[in-house]
């Protein structure tokens, strides 16, 4: 149990060209018990960050604190910190028994409290006391589906008893189905053990879902630091709109003028209170989710005017791609709705969940 | 009858004569060495005219031969140990550890070790020897056949470790495991099918090798077997081809038995690092 700290935290890869900077003094604080995630497309700093905090990475300059030590220098071993990769790092050549008591091991503790640790471990994780688990701690990694694998990883992690956990993309291995049954479970595990956990993941989805808070990365930078409620609805700047959501929102470019924008040819209200205090003809992006419109065949005022081009079934919605005067505009649509191909439809935006940006930043 | 199938029958004739030739060529010498040293009166064709167990006897009462099996085998078992245990100490390192060049580094011990060998290089390699007080030392023997195979060892060895995940280490680092406690639990496990091959081809090479230890070693009691096989002539000047026999089936025995051990254990995969 430990809040972690990090400081102007740095990392410089030199590089042929010079360097590459993954991580740019970054300055964050991870509450006590906190399920955190670290989201952000490849190569954004959020692995190396990762490997910072456990200690498999040096900084190039900056402090990381666990609890209250200043860990910057202290070995991956001293940290108390226990890590699950990507591809899980069972030992192939050990027995799932085994691998859930390396840590115990290596520090020497006697074979019976090994075993008993095990035991625990072993069962909080849902891995034994079930027909299809008979035999499993005795088996190979190998001989065991990628569920299991991942739980044997996470009994091995918590049998190291530490005081924080770092995850390396935990569900990219499972397939989709497995996928959603574990993100349940690992959210479940986090919050009976109640252990500072950090986890990387390039899939927002998993982000939202999973996390306490969310730390949205690009080129080593956080570009917003919220709650998944925050991150996903009032996103700071265009791109951690572009990167939350899973049907993209809506970026359309347009200028201001008398307090409305004009954006493909359409008057769209601005949210309540930019109005005034937008310059006339300043460049704006306009955001709205495509979930977040009211679609009608009949004229709406202040919405889009747009035909049909293409409508993809999304299950219990159809996402509809609008051409406005050639600019496209995405918005979904309940099931029952699905419109004639080419039709006409207007397109509301929600005033209460449309986002103004200028320059890259939220502005309203 | 057809043309066709007359071809077919001449060219399976033809491929089966020719086959028994081949196998002939390596059967035949393999009969001779299980035949042979039951013959009272051996020649060099294949045939047993009458059995005896007498040649053994004549070996076992000779002062040399059995003990430089033994010889042999610490030779042998010392070279494997040392070449095995500095090649994957080596290979682990080359594939971790950053040095600029490194891939150069061991071309260039590769290319050495393979063009500066044999008769070329035990010159320098007695001098050195006898410089270093290490003649008629079986410890000397060791060293020069370890510094020869280790080139080659390392390189075998580099690709198993290149192809082992880091996440293994890492997660080992991670739960506080000592370097020397990854080499030993997770390293060295994992490369074994790697260990297997380095120490059966460590162990032949030094078996079968005359020149170093017949260079190297003066006392006649420190003769490896592959020596003493050379001192089995007549008072006549003659190969005395009873003892030869009798000796070369003993001699091969331990590589048949090492070859089997490993094969059951190891089932020799030489695929090379680990399939994931």
Not at chain 1, 121 to 126: I, P
Not at chain 2, 193 to 213: E, H, M
Request: glycine share 8%.
């Amino acid at each position: 149990m430990a809040q972690i700290r990090t400081v102007d935290l740095t990392k410089t890869f030199a590089d042929a060209g010079g360097g590459v900077t993954a991580l740019d003094a970054l300055t964050l604080t991870i509450e006590d018990g906190e399920f955190f995630a670290l989201l952000g497309p490849s190569g954004c700093g959020k692995t190396t960050l990762l490997r910072t905090l456990a200690g498999l990475e040096t900084p190039s300059s900056g402090a990381v604190h666990i609890g209250e030590a200043d860990v910057t220098r202290t070995p991956p071993g001293k940290r108390g910190v226990a890590m699950v990769f990507q591809d899980y790092a069972l030992f192939p050549h050990m027995t799932v028994t085994e691998n859930i008591a390396y840590p115990l091991r290596v520090r020497g503790v006697p074979k019976a409290q090994q075993r008993e640790a095990v035991l625990a471990a072993a069962a909080d994780l849902g891995l034994t006391g079930t027909d299809s688990t008979v035999g499993l701690l005795d088996r190979r990694p190998e001989a065991l589906s990628g569920g299991q694998q991942q739980r044997v990883a996470l009994a091995r992690a918590t049998a190291a008893k530490p005081s924080v956990f770092l995850f390396d993309e935990p569900l990219s291995n499972l397939d989709a189905r497995l996928r959603l049954e574990a993100r349940t479970f690992l959210k479940r595990l986090q919050r009976e053990l109640a252990v500072t956990t950090v986890f990387v993941t390039h899939d927002q989805a998993e982000a939202l879902a999973l996390a306490d808070r969310i730390a949205v990365m690009q080129s080593g930078r956080i570009r917003q630091l919220g709650t998944p409620r925050e991150v996903y609805r009032r996103p700071a700047n265009t791109f951690v709109a572009s990167f939350i959501g899973s049907t993209p929102m809506n970026l359309l470019e347009g200028v201001v003028r008398d307090g409305r924008v004009l954006v493909a040819d359409s008057e769209i209200a601005p949210p309540d209170g930019t109005g005034e205090r937008l310059a006339e003809r300043a460049a704006v992006v306009l955001g709205a989710r495509p979930e977040y419109f009211r679609v009608s065949p009949d004229p709406l005022d202040g919405a889009f005017r747009g035909t049909v081009e293409v409508a993809e079934n999304l299950g219990s919605s159809l996402l509809l791609t609008l051409d406005v005067s050639g600019t496209a505009v995405q918005v979904v649509v309940a099931e029952e709705d699905e419109p004639e191909p080419r039709a006409t439809l207007w397109a509301l935006p929600r005033k209460d969940r449309t986002l103004l940006y200028a320059d890259g930043e939220l502005v309203g | 009858m057809k043309d066709p199938t007359v071809r077919a029958v001449l060219a399976k004739i033809g491929r089966y004569t020719f086959l028994s030739v081949l196998l002939g060529f390596f059967a035949l010498p393999m009969l001779w060495l299980a035949s042979t040293p039951f013959n009272a009166h051996p020649t060099l064709d294949v045939s047993i005219s009458s059995f005896t167990l007498h040649n053994f006897s004549v070996l076992l009462k000779d002062p040399y031969a059995l003990p430089s099996l033994w010889n042999s085998l610490l030779l042998a078992g010392g070279t494997a140990l040392l070449t095995v245990g500095f090649a994957a100490a080596a290979a682990y390192a080359l594939s971790r550890v950053r040095i600029p060049g490194r891939n150069g580094i061991l071309y260039a011990l590769l290319l050495l070790s393979s063009i500066v060998t044999g008769t070329a290089a035990m010159v320098p390699l007695f001098e050195l020897a006898f410089k270093l007080h290490l003649i008629d030392s079986r410890v000397g023997v060791i060293l020069v056949f370890t510094g020869g195979l280790l080139p080659a060892a390392i390189f075998i060895l580099k690709d198993f470790t290149d192809n082992m995940p880091r996440s293994y280490e890492e997660s080992a680092r991670v739960f506080g495991a000592s370097p020397f406690q990854i080499m030993r639990h997770i390293v060295l496990p994992m490369i074994r099918p790697g260990l297997a091959t380095v120490t059966v081809w460590a162990v032949v090479n030094v078996w079968s090798n005359f020149l170093i230890p017949y260079i190297l070693i003066r006392n006649p009691d420190k003769y490896p077997a592959s020596v003493v096989l050379y001192t089995f002539y007549t008072e006549g000047g003659q190969p005395d081809l009873a003892l030869i026999s009798a000796f070369s089936l003993l001699y091969s025995i331990p590589v048949v038995l090492l070859y089997l051990f490993v094969s059951h254990r190891y089932g020799f995969r030489f695929h090379g690092g680990i399939k994931r």
